[in-house]
């Protein structure tokens, strides 16, 4: 098994820092099932001070419908630790314009993604969240729909200041990606694009681009070079540590 499983060995075999570690949520209701079925068999299961399983609860102590609750504060949680180490891994010059990729699909980079966009606005800074992956969107599914969108911006239908709207989250802008373009590469690759970063890290706090995967087509790694640091995205036990190595190289 060549796969990456932990922090250490993202140390160990990619020499760069793990900046957070983000469970599942398909991980946190395994371990939900798990404490109930141990409850059921009479084990009574502690998580620390004030988890101690009580009566007309489950195995965390925690009544069930409360568990939605608990579970977004442990998410939450792990996205506040990624939003820290993301402003301190540059000492005392943040990184402004940070792409968020990953060596193949399905690993995770778009959640990632958003969700340290929304972690970042709510320091109270100004957060523009762009969707640059222009082969397969998904940013757009969850933000209200507009005829405003990056490939017409790169287009030359618009400014991006146009093109852009404010989120339901204060702080949060978003350029969505839009109809897909038959020339995705070039659109990332033209003078149009690099000069939405320069201007959108001069107006914004923060900047992150949500890119294709690094294995896939060149875009992300035309991305990385306009982006001032690169978060890549890695699915634990699921991604072999050659292919992360690669991708770490072609940024």
């Not at 990953?102 to 762009?130: H, P, Y």
């Not at 659109?187 to 690094?214: C, G, K």
């Amino acid at each position: 098994d060549q796969t990456l499983k932990s922090a250490r060995d993202v140390e160990l075999f990619l020499h760069v820092p793990a900046l957070a570690f983000i469970p599942s949520l398909k991980s946190l209701d395994r371990l939900w099932s798990a404490r109930i079925s141990r409850r059921s068999r009479g084990v009574t299961v502690h998580l620390g001070a004030g988890a101690t399983a009580m009566n007309g609860s489950l195995a965390t102590g925690l009544p069930e419908d409360k568990w939605e609750t608990h579970k977004n504060a442990i998410l939450a949680e792990a996205f506040r630790g990624l939003r820290t180490s993301v402003i301190l891994s540059k000492g005392n010059r943040p990184a402004n314009s940070i792409l968020v990729t990953s060596a193949q699909s399905a690993e995770g980079k778009t959640t990632i993604a958003m969700n340290l966009a929304i972690s970042l606005a709510q320091l109270d800074r100004r957060v523009l969240l762009i969707d640059a992956d222009m082969r397969r969107p998904t940013i757009q599914k969850h933000f209200p729909q507009t005829d405003s969108s990056l490939s017409s911006c790169l287009d030359g239908k618009g400014t991006w200041q146009e093109m852009t709207y404010p989120s339901a989250t204060k702080g949060l802008y978003v350029l969505l990606c839009g109809p897909v373009p038959s020339n995705p590469s070039e659109l990332l690759s033209s003078d149009r694009m690099r000069t939405l970063v320069r201007e959108a890290t001069a107006e914004f706090n923060f900047v992150i681009l949500d890119s294709p995967p690094m294995l896939d087509v060149a875009d992300g790694r035309i991305l990385a070079s306009m982006a001032d640091a690169t978060v890549l995205v890695v699915k634990g036990a699921a991604t072999h540590r050659q292919l992360v190595q690669y991708a770490k190289s072609q940024v």
